[in-house]
């Protein structure tokens, strides 16, 4: 087991553009969840799966900002028309539900940059 | 709804000195406790968790946290530092049912020669 991965490591952008990143889960895990980390502040929730329905999205979670699992393994994250305060550290995570829900497996992140 | 409150926002401390990391957290129903330790430009490493049981779980790196049901607390301590715990640690709570995890601001942990 290779762990949580997420592509790209870094993404840099221009205002105005599109982006859009993966999550790939621990395999046996089907539990997936979305936070952003701004610079100096603890990682905030954005978004989480369970298979491929969308149990929970937060508020911050905007009409610019969508994700998906659509086949309840791998899940994307897509930023419509960026902003310089999207710049962020967005950190994937996954979980099983049958064993202990509760413990996520963090993976490496994405780091955007909106210039 | 739950909040965690970390009490320092920057730790500075001699190696071989010990630690403590203070983490208040709030919250109207039964929570599980978690510290996470984030080195520069990484994900989140789980250290350790309280679930049940005795309040004073051990983690990895030989760090240990105490649960205080009745303060509220999760303090995260070492009894002697190195070099390499300098990194950003979070206190983190999640409903019992699961979800989502809240995160405090977290404390960074600066550890001299």
């Known amino acids: 087991d290779t762990g949580v991965s997420q592509n790209p490591r870094h993404k840099i952008t221009k205002r105005g553009q599109n982006v859009t990143f993966r999550c790939d889960p621990i395999s046996e895990h089907n539990r997936l969840y979305w936070y952003r980390q701004t610079l100096g502040q603890g990682p905030e929730f954005l978004t989480y799966?369970?298979?491929?329905?969308?149990?929970?999205k937060s508020r911050l979670l905007s009409d610019r900002f969508s994700a998906e699992r659509p086949k309840g393994s791998f899940s994307t994250l897509e930023i419509q028309r960026t902003e310089q305060g999207d710049s962020a550290m967005y950190l994937c995570a996954s979980s099983y539900s049958g064993g202990n829900p509760v413990e996520q497996y963090f993976g490496p992140g994405t780091r955007l940059t909106v210039t | 709804a739950q909040s965690v409150t970390q009490l320092d926002s920057q730790v500075p401390v001699f190696e071989e000195a010990p630690v403590e990391l203070r983490c208040n957290y709030s919250s109207s129903v039964s929570v599980y406790l978690f510290w996470y330790v984030q080195y520069p430009n990484q994900g989140l490493q789980l250290l350790l968790k309280y679930l049940s049981g005795s309040t004073l779980v051990k983690g990895i790196n030989g760090f240990e946290a105490e649960f205080n049901k009745s303060q509220t607390s999760f303090h995260l301590r070492k009894p002697s530092v190195h070099i390499s715990d300098t990194a950003e640690y979070f206190c983190a709570v999640i409903r019992n049912q699961g979800g989502k995890l809240i995160f405090g601001q977290g404390t960074e942990l600066s550890v001299k020669p």
């Open positions: 799966f369970q298979n491929e329905a969308q149990l929970e």
